[in-house]
Nanobody, 123 residues
Framework: QLQLVESGGGLVQPGGSLRLSCAAS????????IAWFRQAPGKEREGVSC????????YYADSVKGRFTISRDNAKNTVYLQMDSLKPEDTAVYYC????????????????WGQGTQVTVSS
């Protein structure tokens, strides 16, 4: 059974950091493009970052560029999202998603999804 499991969310003060993990089971992550999406209350799900399976290229939404870093550890079959300089507007449920094709920002383009992890940025 193919499964993605996110972890690492929590409550953090503005300016703080968190590292989210997306662990895969049932398939090898390095053959897949992995994206992080987030959904804040009352808002649509939006793409945050993506790492391509083809060449490891990384992409970021303008709202997180320079603050978030996506990376993968193939030995651990895990993709990470390092989030620094967090802001209250980063508060959302964060999801990882996998697909065998290239990075894209629309959620319909991803075949597999995790259950999400809550990130709350508040003082």
């Amino acid at each position: 059974q193919l499964q993605l499991v996110e972890s690492g969310g929590g409550l953090v003060q503005p300016g703080g950091s968190l590292r989210l993990s997306c662990a895969a089971s049932g398939f090898t992550l390095d053959y897949y493009t992995i994206a992080w999406f987030r959904q804040a209350p009352g808002k649509e799900r939006e793409g945050v970052s993506c790492i391509s399976s083809r060449d490891g290229s990384t992409y970021y939404a303008d709202s997180v560029k320079g603050r978030f870093t996506i990376s993968r550890d193939n030995a651990k079959n895990t993709v990470y999202l390092q989030m620094d300089s967090l802001k209250p507007e980063d508060t959302a449920v964060y999801y990882c998603a996998a697909d065998a094709r290239l990075c894209k920002w629309y959620e319909e383009g991803y075949e597999y999804w995790g259950q999400g992890t809550q990130v709350t940025v508040s003082s």
